[in-house]
């Protein structure tokens, strides 16, 4: 419980990083966000982590795909 607890502190944080204009205020937010994205990440059952980690890599899989063209030549 104390993992969700976190990664939602984490979420919201940096949401409100984002959205801060003062780029001091930003940092911190998004350090104090990264923390505790981190920290909550740590605590989480086997499970959540397998689970994120496969989305997280089929989006970067996806992403870089996009970006080399999916094997067109762009001549």
Not at 46 to 74: D, H, K, P, Y
């Amino acid at each position: 419980m104390s993992s969700v607890v976190l990664l939602l502190i984490g979420l919201g944080t940096s949401f409100l990083a984002w959205r801060s204009k003062d780029e001091i205020h930003r940092i911190a937010a998004m350090l104090a966000g990264t923390i505790s994205l981190v920290w909550g990440f740590a605590l989480a059952p086997v499970s959540f982590q397998l689970v994120f980690e496969i989305i997280s890599v089929l989006a970067t899989f996806f992403v870089c795909m996009r970006c080399l063209g999916c094997g067109f030549n762009r001549n």
